[in-house]
């Protein structure tokens, strides 16, 4: 029995037929999503440009997902959005949302339609690296666009970005706490919103590497998540960050972040040096003492982040995952049962399962051992960059080039016909 179903998407003058559309220019920040992006390419057997790391001149295309007819007893679909990332998803009842490096797809799971949403028609910049759900309200973190958000009852956007406060034009995440404070990771440091007017300046704080004496060890903040007692963690280029009660914590690879560089270095495949494509990734590896490192690792630099029950865990670029209890750090390696060292995302579901995504497929950790799933599982590419949870019982996991929808779990594939 078939159960393969594809999707195709196209670009056409900007316009998403089932997809994808132009990309916008972007501010000087882009060099950097660029480099990141090249250097997870070149890993590929088939060489894949994706939102994560590359090198100049590599001729990039799609993994074509696996044509099988599978006799398990769960099926799974394709969503194709061509040569984009799918860096974000967010499961908000019947609407699937999808954040692409072409714009936000907003996709009816009951009437199987969408709407395509990018800088013609709200965003500031199609890039989109975060979506959330927060008053009721869709939040969308751009590349060079800032803060978009979208009022569901109103079918209208408003869009927040440097002049209104944010810290950077580059917004990798965002938190509600339980206090009802507004948090948002930019690449210019952590910006702070106190009580629930966004329109009012006064009510907006950045905090930098600067005016926190170095608490917050780097300006380029990439996650945020809530731990007990009103904690805000965060995950920097330079290390994990604390914000507790108005006073600052961090530790980095020096404190156990991150495995050892002489552990981890035959598993690396991403052979590109970020650092010779880049001026801010050059000036971050002199200042991680990196110099003599010429291929993609940095233990400092914490890609995902993911609070659960007590411990931090992070997602570190080369360096594995790694889980500090407050006091002490474990990281689990390829040597662990990890299938790369590379983590891009980090979710748990509702049966308290972490899920990660690598630069070599999606792997399930259950509290013991580690299950790795692939392109040959049913994965649209294996460098996986985002998962949500329908209410109907789906996973859906972005990738690069498209999206995965899984229906009844995720099985490997152990019969074809």
């Known amino acids: 029995m078939k159960n393969l179903r594809i999707f195709g998407i196209i670009s056409v003058t900007?316009?998403?037929?089932?997809?994808?559309?132009?990309?916008?220019?972007?501010?000087?920040?882009?060099?950097?999503?660029?480099?990141?992006?090249?250097?997870?390419?070149?890993?590929?057997e088939t060489p894949v440009k994706t939102d994560i790391a590359p090198?100049?001149?590599?001729?990039?295309?799609?993994?074509?997902?696996?044509?099988t007819e599978i006799t398990e007893t769960?099926?799974?679909?394709?969503?194709?959005?061509?040569?984009?990332?799918?860096?974000?998803?967010?499961?908000?009842?019947?609407?699937?949302?999808?954040?692409?490096?072409?714009?936000?797809?907003?996709?009816?799971?009951?009437?199987?339609?969408?709407?395509?949403f990018d800088n013609t028609n709200?965003?500031?910049?199609?890039?989109?690296?975060?979506?959330?759900?927060?008053?009721?309200?869709?939040?969308?973190?751009?590349?060079?666009?800032?803060l978009s958000i979208f009022n569901p009852e109103k079918n209208t956007w408003k869009n927040y970005n440097v002049p209104q406060g944010v810290g950077d034009a580059f917004i990798y995440d965002t938190l509600k706490t339980k206090s009802g404070d507004i948090w948002l990771a930019t690449w210019s440091g952590a910006n702070k919103i106190s009580g629930n007017d966004m329109d009012d300046l006064k009510n907006w704080d950045l905090f930098t590497v600067e005016n926190t004496d170095g608490g917050l060890p780097n300006n380029w903040v990439y996650g945020l998540t809530e731990g007990d007692?009103?904690?805000?963690?965060?995950?920097?280029?330079?290390?994990?960050a604390l914000y507790r009660n108005n006073h600052w914590s961090n530790w980095n690879h020096a404190d156990g972040l991150g495995a050892k560089y002489e552990d981890v270095v035959d598993d690396?495949?991403?052979?590109?040096?970020?650092?010779?494509?880049?001026?801010?990734?050059?000036?971050?590896?002199?200042?991680?003492?990196?110099?003599?490192?010429?291929?993609?690792?940095n233990p400092n630099y914490i890609i995902a982040l993911l609070f659960s029950e007590g411990n931090v865990w992070t997602g570190t670029w080369g360096g594995g995952l790694s889980v500090f209890d407050g006091a002490n750090w474990k990281t689990f390696t390829v040597d662990d049962g990890l299938p790369s060292?590379?983590?891009?995302?980090?979710?748990?579901?509702?049966?308290?399962?972490?899920?990660?995504?690598?630069?070599?497929?999606?792997?399930?950790?259950?509290?013991?051992?580690?299950?790795?799933?692939?392109r040959n599982d049913g994965l649209f590419s294996d460098n996986v960059f985002s998962m949500a949870f329908s209410d109907y019982g789906e996973t859906w996991i972005g990738s690069f080039g498209g999206v995965a929808r899984f229906t009844g779990g995720l099985k490997h594939i152990t019969s074809l016909e």
């Open 14 to 44: 900007g316009i998403l037929i089932a997809g994808a559309v132009t990309i916008s220019q972007m501010m000087d920040q882009q060099e950097v999503v660029t480099v990141i992006e090249e250097a997870v390419a070149t890993q590929q």
């Open 55 to 67: 090198v100049p001149d590599v001729q990039t295309t799609p993994q074509s997902p696996p044509e």
């Open 74 to 116: 769960r099926s799974f679909d394709h969503f194709r959005v061509g040569k984009r990332n799918v860096k974000a998803m967010l499961a908000d009842g019947p609407i699937m949302w999808v954040g692409t490096s072409g714009g936000v797809i907003k996709y009816d799971i009951i009437k199987d339609s969408y709407d395509l």
């Open 122 to 146: 709200g965003l500031l910049s199609n890039g989109v690296f975060h979506l959330s759900k927060i008053n009721n309200e869709i939040w969308v973190g751009t590349y060079g666009g800032g």
């Open 229 to 240: 007692n009103g904690d805000v963690w965060m995950a920097t280029e330079g290390g994990l």
């Open 268 to 297: 690396i495949t991403i052979k590109s040096d970020p650092a010779a494509q880049s001026a801010h990734h050059a000036r971050q590896k002199t200042e991680m003492g990196l110099e003599d490192v010429s291929v993609a690792y």
């Open 341 to 374: 060292n590379h983590i891009f995302m980090l979710e748990k579901d509702e049966a308290g399962i972490i899920w990660i995504g690598t630069s070599k497929g999606l792997t399930r950790y259950d509290g013991k051992s580690f299950e790795t799933f692939t």
